[in-house]
T-cell receptor
Framework: KNQVEQSPQSLIILEGKNCTLQCNYTVSPFSNLRWYKQDTGRGPVSLTIMTFSENTKSNGRYTATLDADTKQSSLHITASQLSDSASYICVVSGPNTNAGKSTFGDGTTLTVKP | DAGITQSPRHKVTETGTPVTLRCHQT?????MYWYRQDPGHGLRLIHY???????DKGEVSDGYSVSRSKTEDFLLTLESATSSQTSVYFC?????????????FGPGTRLTVL
């Protein structure tokens, strides 16, 4: 069964600090991995997408890495801001997969405190 | 939220009553999806549509039906609501079906079944 596991489940950091969120998956075959940010009370918004051949992708202060051999990804947030407080969801898809049939992780809830 | 609205945003209903949730888009995207989001489960696909009057089941379709009579509207119906259907429901759209294509999510509907 395809699975996506994220850790930690929740994380609290101080404003200005860096943090790293983890995503391990068993989806096979693999096509792409996407990280979403979900603010409280809103729908998820895509941050990055990486395919098999990519091992790093940045979006501002967000940097995602992918190791397709070990089936692991991380999302690194630099110089955190209060607005980074949200849930971060890892989503993994296989080739020729309808976008809606991807495998979603449960998310990591990040709280940034002043 | 990328031209996607959901209505109602909040609803409380009683077990056994029918409930219809509406998703409306102004992006003219072909594909529309309904998900539910529950603690410990991540986002799970209920049904999706690949065109007007064309729909298919997702992984948790039991107890739900959908209809799409116009490109812009996708309705989710709970024929006889149960407490296990208490959840937050998200609609999403995408221009094409492949997993490389980004899904855009609506703001969600919080449904409580008493």
């Amino acid at each position: 069964k395809n699975q996506v596991e994220q850790s930690p489940q929740s994380l609290i950091i101080l404003e200005g600090k860096n943090c790293t969120l983890q995503c391990n998956y068993t989806v096979s075959p693999f096509s792409n991995l996407r990280w979403y940010k979900q603010d409280t009370g809103r729908g998820p918004v895509s941050l990055t997408i990486m395919t098999f051949s990519e091992n790093t992708k940045s979006n501002g202060r967000y940097t995602a890495t992918l190791d397709a051999d070990t089936k692991q990804s991380s999302l690194h947030i630099t110089a955190s801001q209060l607005s980074d407080s949200a849930s971060y969801i890892c989503v993994v898809s296989g080739p020729n997969t309808n976008a809606g049939k991807s495998t979603f992780g449960d998310g990591t809830t990040l709280t940034v405190k002043p | 939220d990328a031209g996607i609205t959901q209505s109602p945003r909040h609803k409380v209903t009683e077990t056994g009553t029918p409930v219809t949730l509406r998703c409306h888009q102004t992006e003219n995207h072909r594909y529309m999806y309904w998900y539910r989001q529950d603690p410990g489960h991540g986002l799970r696909l209920i049904h999706y549509s690949y065109g007007v009057k064309d729909t298919d089941k997702g992984e948790v379709s039991d107890g739900y039906s959908v209809s799409r009579s116009k490109t812009e509207d996708f309705l989710l119906t709970l024929e006889s609501a149960t407490s296990s259907q208490t959840s937050v429901y998200f609609c999403a759209i995408s221009e094409r079906s492949g997993s490389n294509n980004e899904q855009f999510f609506g703001p969600g509907t919080r449904l409580t079944v008493l």
